[in-house]
Every structure is written in C-alpha cells, then in structure tokens.
C-alpha cells in the first residue's frame, strides 16, 4: 500500500507541479545569513535553550544550535528563530518520500 501511495504523490507532483514540501509534509527551511531561521510544517519544540533548538518534524527531527537563539514567532507549523546560527541538523526516518 505504501507503493501505491508513494506512486501516486509522485504522478500528483509531476503533473500538477505541486511543491515537494507540501506534496510529502516535508520541512521548508529559509535562512537570512546566520541571523534568521524561518521554518515551515513542524510539529511542535520539544527543546529550547539560548544555545540549541529541537524541532519536532512529521518525519524526524530538526537541532538548531547557536548563541542567543530566540523565538521571534511562532505558528502551529511555522517559526521564526533569530540569533546567531551555526549549526543545522536533521535527523529523518530511514522510510524516503
């Protein structure tokens, strides 16, 4: 069953030029220099500390480590980190898209 489903958001994808992230509840990560972390379709912060943030993402997990992390928004999918970042890392399922 997971084929057919995998198969079918890849024809829905080429056919109708939906965007990856939305088409497989992927994370959509936009970043202004080291300054700014904006990150779409998470599922919540399991951690937070001036120095390291720990998102929790439909499949893994998103660390942001830095100094004097702050959350400057956040929305039931969205937020919106500022500080000085120097360190991205994303730990997902071993199952890809």
Known sequence: MAGISRRLRKWTNEMLDVPQDVLFDLPRI???????????????VRHFSPDKMVLSLSQGLLEIEGSGLMIRSILPEEVM??????????TGTEESP
Not at 30 to 43: A, C, D, P, Q, S
Not at 81 to 90: A, C, L, P, Q, R
Request: hydrophobic content about 30%; overall charge positive; proline content about 0%.
């Open 30 to 44: 936009t970043m202004v220099g080291n300054k700014e972390l904006y990150i779409e379709n998470h599922r919540g």
């Open 81 to 90: 980190i500022e500080g000085s970042v120097k360190n991205i890392k994303y």
